[in-house]
């Protein structure tokens, strides 16, 4: 039974780059979350996805932000021109429904 | 406005010391789920409890404890005879079932280092 997975694990961009990151859920799990931590702080919820459907997303997601489950099962989040402040551990999370939520290792953004 | 409030920044104790995190919670709905959950320095959240709002039982995993009270809206988590492989930083969650989310809202967690 393989856990959540994400890739890749670290991404140093420059400024004005586009980016993105790959979530793979637990097979059977139809929620999927993206969630960010910025250093010293805990994570804070950006959207979330129940099957191939996105049913919200954070005011914190700015319109560079955009992300996708096509068949819903693994998900992409892409950051369009980043920005210094985007740098953050970017953390996707599955579940069923009204489950506990279990989490990936994290894809580390670093811009420059 | 924050929901989840862990007041102690960072606990330093000794190998074999007890240690008690601190979680405080502020939630209008009745029904809701509160979690902790482990962050290594690897840096994968690692998930050690969930409670429901309606069973305030007492919990014991090993060297782990909660004490879940609801009249004081506080979940604290006790390690007990803590080792060296519990450094961490430890975060409380809540998420409401009125929403239908059940997105976690964090606490800004509690960094945990046990000396040897």
């Known amino acids: 039974d393989t856990g959540v997975s994400q890739n890749p694990r670290h991404k140093i961009t420059k400024r004005g780059q586009n980016v993105t990151f790959r979530c793979d859920p637990i097979s059977e799990h139809n929620r999927l979350y993206w969630y960010r931590q910025t250093l010293g702080q805990g994570p804070e919820f950006l959207t979330y996805f129940q099957n191939e459907a996105q049913l919200e997303k954070s005011r914190l997601l700015s319109d560079r932000f955009s992300a996708e489950r096509p068949k819903g099962s693994f998900s992409t989040l892409e950051i369009q021109r980043t920005e210094q402040g985007d740098s953050a551990m970017y953390l996707c999370a599955s579940s069923l429904p009204v489950d506990t939520q279990y989490f990936g290792p994290g894809t580390r953004l670093t811009v420059l | 406005a924050q929901k989840v409030t862990q007041a102690q920044t960072e606990i330093s104790v000794v190998e074999k010391e007890d240690v008690t995190l601190d979680c405080v919670y502020e939630t209008r709905d009745t029904t809701y789920y509160l979690f902790w959950y482990k962050q290594p320095p690897s840096g994968e959240l690692v998930f050690l409890i969930r409670?429901?709002?309606?069973?305030?039982q007492n919990e014991i995993s090993g060297r782990y404890s909660w004490n879940f009270q609801k009249s004081t809206s506080s979940f604290n988590f006790t390690i007990t005879a803590s080792q060296v492989v519990d450094s961490a930083v430890y975060f409380c969650a809540l998420s409401e079932a009125g929403s239908n989310d059940y997105k976690l809202s964090f606490g800004a967690g509690t960094t945990v280092t046990v000396r040897a």
């Open positions: 409670r429901n709002s309606f069973d305030e």
